[in-house]
């Protein structure tokens, strides 16, 4: 059997270290060029693991999922996200049906009625937190809207109250996830388990509370996610079951908070850095704010016309792509571009083998929203959100939530970055180190 080229590093160890001081991106290119730009072999995590590389590296695993491989986590993260069940059964073990269902509650057909009440919320937040001339934190805010509007969407919860007893205790689990694995009074990571088990509590009593409203009214249509979740019925006539949909929430919550805040807070960093790339999307906007009344909120026609906005968002994702990509655990031996694979190692894509190779995107650091124009980037050099069956599913959810809120604040404001070159460090997904504080300059100054 020939094994990829690489080293798996220092006994024990492996290459975490050079991982963690090199990041995602350096660690990989340099290895790309070193050993094999198809495929490199490493140790992380104690895991013997093949990186796969470039287009055709992501097209393989996007396309052989269930076949051969599955999806796996890493132990620590497990550990870390508190909850094993979601984990296992809502990543792994999760049937076709109920995959596909999640795919049906987030396809745009679906979010579309949505968009008048996203704007609605975005607009609400702005005018609440977002004045003229004062300089505001995009991240935290962003991060605020991110998840009172998944607790509108998800759940219908609109009293502050009720958001704040699920926003609390899941601020802890986000500050806790990524933590040092010790279980002891005062670490982020004994915080966040109190904190997972709060989340869970809380959710329960939604979940039930909402049953019994179903019941009793009848209601068919599913007024939100979690309506829908407690309507569908699988192949036998079952209903999911209370922590099955809690699992599904708690999943969406976590896969969405941080890398659409970060998704925001990107594309408001580089409209605030680059006057050329926001002054074409101020303009696409008004055209759109203009061709309606003030009180009108906005609508799925409205998002069509938002090209160059969205091509400049995908830029953003592009070069600051919120999620670094996925593991899998092969389930049997294969070949892969002349080296075998043995059964039980892990795999890992990444959005750094494509992104900023200058073979898929010429002058590769420019930010230039017209890559997008056209057929785009060539298929599987361009996935932020992954590819094949496990492709994200709240895609065009990120993608409705992302351009309305950046309509409604081009329209109100021009940014000034407060600190001209913060720094961008990795959380879970990448934000400025200081949360990106921008001046807020009101049109016409
Ligand atoms: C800009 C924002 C987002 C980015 C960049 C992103 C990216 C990703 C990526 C790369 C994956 C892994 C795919 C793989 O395993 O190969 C993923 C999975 C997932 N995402 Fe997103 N995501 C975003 C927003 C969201 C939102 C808003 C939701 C829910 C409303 C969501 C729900 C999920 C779920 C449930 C999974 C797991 C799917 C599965 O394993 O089958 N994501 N996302």
């Known amino acids: 059997?020939?094994?990829?080229?690489?080293?798996?590093?220092?006994?024990?160890?492996?290459?975490?270290?050079?991982?963690?001081?090199?990041?995602?991106?350096?660690?990989?290119?340099?290895?790309?060029?070193?050993?094999?730009?198809?495929?490199?072999?490493?140790?992380?995590?104690?895991?013997?693991?093949?990186?796969?590389?470039?287009?055709?590296?992501?097209?393989?695993?996007?396309?052989?999922?269930?076949?051969?491989?599955?999806?796996?986590?890493?132990?620590?993260?497990?550990?870390?996200?508190?909850?094993?069940?979601?984990?296992?059964?809502?990543?792994?073990?999760?049937?076709?049906?109920?995959?596909?269902?999640?795919?049906?509650?987030?396809?745009?057909?679906?979010?579309?009625?949505?968009?008048?009440?996203?704007?609605?919320?975005?607009?609400?937040?702005?005018?609440?937190?977002?004045?003229?001339?004062?300089?505001?934190?995009?991240?935290?805010?962003?991060?605020?809207y991110t998840f009172d509007l998944a607790c509108r969407l998800f759940m219908s919860l609109v009293d502050p109250e009720e958001i704040k007893r699920l926003a609390d205790p899941f601020t802890l689990v986000t500050n806790g996830m990524f933590s040092m694995p010790i279980d002891l009074p005062g670490t982020a990571y004994n915080r966040a388990i109190k904190g997972g088990k709060m989340v869970r509590d809380e959710l329960m009593r939604i979940i039930t509370q909402r049953r019994k409203e179903l019941t009793e009214s009848q209601e068919t249509a599913g007024r939100d996610l979690l309506s829908k979740m407690l309507l569908v019925t699988d192949e036998d006539g079952q209903f999911m079951s209370e922590m099955e949909i809690s699992n599904n929430i708690i999943g969406m919550l976590v896969a969405s908070f941080e890398t659409t805040s970060s998704a925001v807070t990107s594309v408001l960093k580089y409209l605030a850095e680059l006057p050329h790339v926001y002054d074409e999307v101020y303009r696409e906007q008004m055209a759109i704010a203009k061709s309606k009344g003030a009180e009108d909120l906005l609508t799925w026609e409205d998002i069509e016309k938002m090209k160059y906005s969205w091509n400049a968002a995908r830029e953003s994702l592009r070069l600051t792509p919120p999620a670094q990509g996925s593991f899998r655990e092969t389930i049997t031996d294969f070949t892969?571009?002349?080296?075998?694979?043995?059964?039980?190692?892990?795999?890992?894509?990444?959005?750094?083998?494509?992104?900023?190779?200058?073979?898929?995107?010429?002058?590769?650091?420019?930010?230039?929203?017209?890559?997008?124009?056209?057929?785009?980037?060539?298929?599987?050099?361009?996935?932020?959100?992954?590819?094949?069956?496990?492709?994200?599913?709240?895609?065009?959810?990120?993608?409705?939530?992302?351009?309305?809120?950046?309509?409604n604040v081009v329209k109100r404001f021009k940014l000034e970055k407060d600190i001209p070159d913060e720094k961008i460090v990795f959380h879970a997904s990448p934000v400025p180190v200081y949360g990106l504080p921008v001046r807020l300059l009101p049109h016409g100054n």
């Open 1 to 144: 059997k020939t094994l990829p080229p690489g080293t798996s590093g220092w006994p024990l160890l492996g290459e975490n270290m050079e991982f963690a001081l090199l990041g995602p991106q350096k660690f990989i290119k340099d290895r790309m060029e070193k050993y094999s730009p198809e495929v490199f072999q490493t140790s992380i995590m104690g895991e013997k693991m093949a990186f796969f590389c470039g287009a055709q590296g992501n097209k393989f695993l996007f396309s052989s999922e269930n076949k051969l491989l599955t999806s796996w986590w890493p132990q620590s993260m497990k550990k870390a996200l508190l909850f094993p069940e979601f984990v296992e059964s809502s990543l792994k073990e999760v049937s076709a049906l109920k995959r596909s269902f999640l795919h049906d509650i987030l396809k745009p057909e679906a979010l579309k009625q949505y968009i008048p009440l996203m704007d609605a919320m975005a607009r609400e937040h702005l005018h609440e937190n977002w004045d003229s001339n004062r300089v505001v934190k995009v991240f935290p805010l962003s991060k605020k």
């Open 336 to 407: 892969y571009a002349g080296f075998t694979i043995p059964k039980g190692w892990k795999t890992f894509w990444s959005v750094h083998s494509t992104h900023k190779n200058p073979k898929h995107f010429s002058d590769p650091e420019k930010f230039d929203p017209s890559r997008f124009e056209g057929s785009g980037p060539a298929p599987f050099t361009f996935v932020p959100f992954g590819g094949g069956p496990r492709m994200c599913p709240g895609k065009e959810y990120a993608r409705l939530e992302v351009l309305v809120f950046m309509h």
